[in-house]
């Protein structure tokens, strides 16, 4: 059977956000004399959850951070963000568009580490939170990318098997994730170069995610 759903990550794939991201880590690192250089964090961080890049970082840079101060910063770092997309738009500008072509075909899911709060916060911006079936966000599922739980929920809340869903991805911990749960990949070159990247599709941009391009995942 061929596709029967589309679950898409958030960051980096329908919103230009993953250097907001980046900006805000380093805002909150500063006090500790750390600073991420954007290739460092692409290479070692992307893809987590916030618990996830203050737990590495506090393992990486010798952080004295327990679990309090981790609370604590994930907190903080979620309040800067909202502040930020809360003024803009900070969707792709081909995100509109590509949600109405596919969603017109396929049910629509958001799987990501960022915060349901985050999520919601740009899709109201764009008049496009109704577009979604389901979003999966840090906190619902025990572990996080690149572990395969959050796109076997995904798969499990649009009702179909997970070889019969595609993920459209940014990241190699979000591709890690899905192939791991059995869906059938697309990855998108808005992070990391196309040589580095591993999928079923690869596309430059969101006006490629066409219905023959999804039809032809087999």
Known sequence: MGI??????????LADSEMLHFRVYNEL???SGVQLSKEEYCEKYLGFDDEGVFEHLATEKQLMLGDEEIEM???EKAD?????????NVLYPAAGSCIAR????????ICS???RSEIELMLRGANLIDAFRFIVATGNTDYCKPAPDPYLRAAELHGVPPGECVAVEDSHAGLDSARSAGLRTIAITNTYPRETLH??????SLDELTVGLIESIR
């Open 4 to 13: 029967q759903a589309i679950v898409f990550d958030f960051d980096g794939v």
């Open 29 to 31: 690192l500063a006090s």
């Open 73 to 75: 910063l994930i907190s």
């Open 80 to 88: 800067r963000f909202e502040a930020i997309v809360a003024e803009s």
């Open 102 to 109: 596919l969603g017109a075909k396929w049910p629509l899911g």
């Open 113 to 115: 580490g960022a915060r």
């Open 199 to 204: 999928a079923d599709a690869i596309v430059d």
